[in-house]
């Protein structure tokens, strides 16, 4: 482990923006009152701001403003040792899922969330990242797909998804329209969503494609805060959808892979994209305004309601798209408290899902979400990301709860009039 | 010189130009950090989301004004009462006129002041109070927390013995606090104060370029 390593990330890793961050943060704790980790274990240490205590550490010591003469009179903090990563590191991956939902109600507007991500970044300087990351890390690295479904697999998956939908799905093909790229998630527990993209692309008169160069979105360079894994992975799409020349690229349903590719993805590759990002939830929506897609005049009963995805929501903008997808298929939808933008996270966003380690307090952390599920008791849960997807039906077993978990995508497809 | 020259006269100029000085070095100390510029397309305006950013978080949001009314109830009445005592208080204007900006404005009748006061001591203990008894606010405070704190806290019990000005050292003494919490602002938490704009700044934009600001 290389303590110095995380020292000099920590402090290139602090620009303007942390710099007012952990300089305006006045200890209210308010923050702990947004966190679920928090809220279902009342464990003080998963207070969001306390996360950052080796980064504000590092700062206040090395970089602050003034802090050099607060040093001469031995005012600053004491440097960061490798007790504190090791003991941090818990924290910083296993307790936090990046959703962002702490900088909602602090007063200072901090990015709590924007610095855990600076943070983790130290830690894998330091080489301190869990094992399920670094396994995934590896897999990106040695075959090239996280959960290691290699290209032939793909293409077995995409046969049988057009075999059982009746439409030939082409892959590589030159000069369509759109590049779809799935979840890891998706491409592994929910590939039914390539037969559905396939029957609502074919009623909207879509032309699409799918690479076997890049298809996966999933991006665990972001999550375990890798720059160099991270940017490789974009590149892998910026490339293959470049060699498509399409016009744009499709984000799946997958919460952080689309704040990889849309708004972390130019600045990790150091240059605007050739195509346009469009996600899922887009294009449908806008498939919709134009009238290309249609739906039966018999709507779902059920009594349904929509888990944000914190990426996608929140930090990701795409609020109104899902609700008017659902309004479209659904006679019974109806939101949680706090839906939109407030919404509690899954539990196992940023790369926590793929943290071993971290699966009790996940599990356990899901009892935030389910008391927002109890409020409105649904009898079925729809989501647009196939992590959340995975772990809330993980979570929902693990609680004795019956509640089906649907796609969005896949809703959308099963009330397609065609 | 007697103390109270002293105070306001020396100290003052060197505890006011360490508070401007200092306040102003660590302010463009934090801007020259820089920030690499975004090249992702923007779904909206990152100023229009850096300007609502400002305000958006003047009121928890999203839900938590149950579990978080203890704070914004308690903040709001210490910093309104302080600043009013600060703004309004008839001594104020008059020295700000005499030793800074050369002109005056209205001032708050004697009751007024008691009443801001009154407001912003229970405001501060109530906050300090949940400083040393909330489990996640013992957990996350350090040393500059309460010294802030507690120099607001002299401060304000000083300005409150000198209300009557019965007696120059009580004057003396409120200034001699006065200036030790201006020495101390820059070179601590209280620099929150100015601070918070930058952060609601760089928040709001970052959520206003993708079309949301939470």
């Known amino acids: ?418 | 010189m007697t103390f109270l020259e002293i105070t306001e006269g020396p100290l003052w100029v060197l505890a006011s130009s360490v508070f401007v000085l200092g306040a102003l070095w660590r302010i463009i100390g934090i801007i020259r950090f820089g920030r690499k510029p975004d090249i992702s397309i923007p779904r909206a305006s990152a100023l229009m989301g850096a300007i609502k950013g400002q305000f958006l978080h003047f009121v928890p949001h999203g839900g938590f004004s149950f579990r978080t009314r203890y704070h914004l109830v308690a903040g709001y009445m210490f910093h309104l009462g302080l600043f009013a005592l600060l703004i309004y208080a008839a001594p104020h204007v008059l020295f700000l006129k005499e030793n800074v900006v050369g002109f005056d404005w209205v001032t708050m009748p004697r009751w007024g002041f008691i009443l801001s006061a009154e407001i912003a001591f229970a405001g501060l203990i109530l906050l300090w109070i949940r400083r040393i008894s909330d489990p996640v606010m013992i957990q996350i405070s350090d040393a500059d927390d309460h010294i802030a704190s507690w120099l607001t806290f002299l401060a304000m019990l000083t300005g409150c013995l000198a209300l009557d000005e019965s007696h120059d050292s009580l004057r003396a003494l409120h200034m001699l606090s006065v200036e030790i919490w201006l020495i101390y602002f820059p070179f601590s938490r209280l620099m929150h104060a100015v601070t918070f704009v930058f952060s609601r700044g760089y928040t709001g934009a970052f959520f206003g370029r993708r079309g949301v600001v939470p």
């Open chain 1, 1 to 418: 482990m290389s303590v110095s390593a995380a020292i000099e990330t920590f402090v290139n890793n602090i620009d303007a923006s942390a710099a007012a961050y952990l300089d305006s943060c006045v200890h209210c704790g308010q923050c702990a009152q947004a966190c679920h980790f928090y809220e279902t274990t009342g464990d003080v240490r998963y207070t969001p701001v306390w996360k950052l205590e080796p980064m504000r550490r590092v700062y206040k010591r090395h970089k602050a403003p003034l802090s050099g003469i607060k040093k001469m009179f031995g005012l600053v903090p004491d440097e960061v040792d490798e007790d504190m990563l090791k003991e941090w590191e818990e924290l910083i991956y296993d307790s936090c899922t990046l959703c962002g939902r702490c900088t909602i109600v602090c007063p200072m507007g901090i990015d709590i969330a924007g610095l855990v991500r600076k943070s983790r970044e130290a830690m894998v300087a330091a080489g301190l990242v869990p094992e399920g990351l670094n396994a995934a890390a590896k897999r990106v690295l040695e075959i090239g797909r996280p959960l290691g479904i290699k290209p032939e697999i793909m293409a077995k998956i995409v046969g049988e998804q057009a075999e059982e939908v009746g439409i030939p799905i082409e892959l590589n093909k030159v000069g369509v329209d759109y590049m779809i790229i799935l979840s890891a998630m998706e491409v592994l527990n929910f590939y039914e969503v390539i037969g559905a993209l396939a029957r609502i692309f074919k009623q909207a008169g879509v032309t699409w494609t799918i690479s076997t160069e890049a298809y996966e979105a999933t991006n665990v360079g972001i999550q375990m805060g890798d720059k160099e894994i991270a940017r490789t992975l974009v590149q892998r799409i910026v490339d293959a959808a470049e060699k498509l020349q399409v016009k744009y690229v499709v984000s799946p349903e997958c919460g952080h892979a689309y704040s990889a590719l849309n708004w972390e993805g130019p600045n990790l590759v150091g240059k605007n994209y050739d195509f346009e990002v469009i996600h899922i939830l887009e294009l449908l929506d806008q498939l919709v305004r134009e009238g290309r897609i249609k739906t039966k005049s018999e709507l779902d009963q059920r009594r349904v309601t929509f888990h944000d995805p914190c990426q996608i929501v929140r930090r990701g903008g795409i609020v109104d798209e899902p609700r008017n997808l659902l309004h479209m298929v659904s006679d019974n939808f109806i939101e949680m408290e706090n839906y939109g933008v407030a919404n509690i996270c899954c539990g196992g966003g940023g790369g926590v899902s793929s943290n071993s380690r971290a699966e009790e307090l996940r599990i356990k952390s899901f009892g935030a979400k389910k008391k927002q599920l109890d409020a409105v008791g649904p009898e079925a849960l729809v989501t647009a990301c196939g992590n959340c997807r995975n772990v809330l039906e993980e979570a929902i077993d693990e609680f004795g709860m019956d509640l089906p978990v649907l796609g969005l995508t896949e809703l959308v497809a099963e009330y397609l009039d065609d």
